[in-house]
């Protein structure tokens, strides 16, 4: 029985670690087409545009990455710890 939810914890950290891997390429893909083009228009619109997507793509890209590191604040066991905390707090007050 423990086996299987480790299992199944493990498959759930690989599905979100895979599912930003995707995020993190698309980023790159789409943020490069987006430089290329403001490269290729700069003269036209005379200032450097691309950055603004970049940054707020790339502010919840980081925050993306930090929910599926290990050492994130949501880690696999964060939701067992606070169940059993709050457990002990309400048998305190009993």
Same mark, same amino acid.
């Given at each position: !029985? /423990? *086996? #299987?939810?480790?299992? *199944?914890?493990?498959?759930?950290?690989?599905? =979100?670690?895979?599912?930003?891997?995707?995020? &993190?390429?698309?980023?790159? +893909?789409? =943020?490069? +087409?987006?430089?290329?083009? =403001?490269? !290729? =228009?700069? /003269?036209?619109?005379?200032?450097?545009?691309?950055?603004?997507?970049?940054?707020?793509?790339?502010?919840?890209?980081?925050?993306?990455? &930090?929910?599926?590191? $290990?050492?994130? &604040?949501?880690? $696999? #066991?964060? *939701? /067992?710890?606070?169940?059993? *905390?709050? !457990?002990?707090? #309400?048998?305190?007050? #009993?």
């Amino acid at each position: !029985m /423990e *086996e #299987d939810k480790k299992y *199944e914890r493990a498959k759930k950290r690989v599905i =979100n670690l895979k599912a930003f891997y995707i995020h &993190l390429i698309v980023y790159i +893909l789409v =943020n490069t +087409l987006l430089v290329i083009l =403001n490269l !290729m =228009n700069y /003269e036209d619109v005379g200032r450097w545009w691309f950055v603004y997507p970049l940054l707020g793509w790339g502010i919840g890209l980081v925050f993306h990455g &930090l929910s599926v590191a $290990p050492f994130g &604040l949501f880690r $696999p #066991d964060w *939701e /067992e710890r606070k169940i059993k *905390e709050y !457990m002990k707090k #309400d048998n305190r007050n #009993d």
